[in-house]
């Protein structure tokens, strides 16, 4: 059974490490947990800092910053006009609590106003109720939307990313958003080696990102942390040993993937590029500061 607790944060923008170069400055997520309930998901580890488990409670037991709307009208006054923000880096900004509890709209409405840049990473068709707001955000490329997609065999998303969209839905959402003149682009990532990553099913997924008409593609391939390591492939073997087993040999005791499966794939990957003709970057985001938006700061 699902529960939703109200949360009280002491703050909601959080700054990236010092040294780290994600091309945002702070990170803004509504919700903690996420009932897409992904296998792979690295954000899992954060709800043992609740006393939680990484398993099922991570996918259950959601919290909802109540005091979103407040913090973040404060927060907002205390950054630079450059500051860059995104929204989902740990847990889905639409997922389906999200369609009660209009957390991720509130925040937009507040970027919007502020006219500082942010970006939106999301699994989910539900950000197309929000095209109202985001539409002019986007048509003046103030914010930019990344649409995660892996792979396009249904099935094996049901495996590893059960609580989310089909993948043809979310790549729907790719062709609406783009539609609207939003800067839309999709997340390959993590690319899983045995499950989705072999050169027919890859060419499938980048002829499919093209003809929706993504502006750009990011890709990465799957990092096991210590916490989640024994978790995921609990969860991969009973459907697919044969993978399971390539990914320990591949993976050995390191968090990311054996030196020369990158390399292979990283070849296969610019010739896709190529075929495809995908950019690997988003198009460059501006503030759009007026005298009006001067008074958040
Ligand atoms: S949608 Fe994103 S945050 Fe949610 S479980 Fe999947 S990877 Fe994690």
């Given at each position: 059974?699902?529960?939703?607790?109200?949360?009280q944060?002491?703050?909601?923008?959080?700054?990236?490490?010092r040294?780290?170069n994600?091309?945002?400055?702070?990170?803004?997520?509504?919700?903690?947990?996420?009932s897409h309930g992904c296998?792979?998901?690295?954000?899992?580890?954060?709800?043992?800092?609740l006393?939680?488990?990484?398993?099922e409670?991570?996918?259950?037991k959601l919290f909802?910053?109540?005091?979103?709307?407040?913090?973040?009208?404060?927060?907002?006054?205390r950054i630079?006009h450059?500051?860059?923000?995104?929204?989902?880096?740990?847990?889905?900004?639409?997922?389906?609590?999200?369609?009660?509890q209009?957390?991720?709209?509130?925040?937009?409405e507040?970027?919007?106003?502020?006219?500082?840049?942010?970006t939106?990473?999301?699994?989910s068709?539900?950000?197309?109720?929000?095209?109202?707001l985001?539409?002019?955000?986007?048509?003046?490329?103030?914010?930019?939307?990344?649409?995660?997609?892996?792979?396009l065999?249904?099935?094996?998303?049901?495996?590893?990313?059960?609580?989310a969209?089909?993948?043809r839905?979310r790549?729907?959402?790719?062709?609406?958003l783009?539609?609207?003149?939003?800067?839309?682009?999709v997340?390959?990532?993590?690319?899983?080696p045995?499950?989705?990553?072999?050169p027919?099913d890859?060419?499938?997924?980048f002829s499919?990102i093209h003809?929706?008409?993504?502006?750009?593609v990011?890709?990465?391939?799957t990092?096991?942390?210590?916490a989640?390591?024994e978790?995921?492939?609990?969860?991969?073997?009973?459907f697919?040993?044969?993978?399971?087993?390539?990914?320990?040999?591949?993976?050995?005791?390191?968090q990311?993937?054996?030196?020369?499966?990158?390399?292979?794939l990283?070849?296969?990957?610019?010739?896709?590029?190529?075929?495809?003709s995908?950019?690997?970057?988003?198009?460059?985001?501006?503030?759009?500061?007026?005298?009006?938006?001067?008074?958040f700061?």
């Amino acid at each position: 059974m699902r529960t939703i607790r109200q949360w009280q944060a002491s703050t909601v923008l959080n700054r990236t490490a010092r040294g780290q170069n994600f091309g945002f400055h702070y990170s803004l997520n509504p919700y903690r947990g996420c009932s897409h309930g992904c296998r792979y998901c690295y954000a899992r580890e954060s709800h043992a800092y609740l006393g939680l488990n990484i398993r099922e409670d991570f996918e259950r037991k959601l919290f909802a910053k109540q005091n979103l709307a407040q913090r973040l009208s404060a927060e907002l006054t205390r950054i630079g006009h450059d500051g860059v923000i995104a929204i989902g880096t740990v847990t889905d900004p639409y997922q389906p609590l999200e369609g009660s509890q209009r957390l991720t709209r509130m925040a937009i409405e507040l970027l919007g106003q502020s006219g500082l840049v942010f970006t939106i990473t999301t699994k989910s068709p539900l950000v197309e109720r929000d095209l109202d707001l985001l539409a002019p955000l986007g048509q003046r490329r103030q914010v930019a939307i990344q649409v995660s997609v892996i792979s396009l065999d249904r099935n094996l998303i049901k495996r590893l990313e059960p609580g989310a969209p089909p993948p043809r839905r979310r790549l729907e959402t790719v062709r609406r958003l783009s539609q609207a003149n939003i800067p839309v682009g999709v997340f390959v990532a993590p690319i899983i080696p045995g499950l989705g990553d072999s050169p027919d099913d890859l060419d499938a997924l980048f002829s499919a990102i093209h003809a929706v008409g993504a502006d750009w593609v990011m890709t990465s391939t799957t990092r096991l942390a210590p916490a989640l390591r024994e978790y995921f492939f609990d969860e991969i073997h009973p459907f697919d040993p044969k993978a399971a087993l390539q990914m320990r040999r591949l993976y050995g005791p390191r968090q990311y993937v054996d030196f020369t499966y990158r390399r292979q794939l990283s070849r296969l990957l610019d010739r896709l590029y190529r075929r495809y003709s995908l950019s690997r970057t988003p198009p460059i985001l501006r503030p759009h500061i007026t005298k009006e938006q001067l008074s958040f700061f």
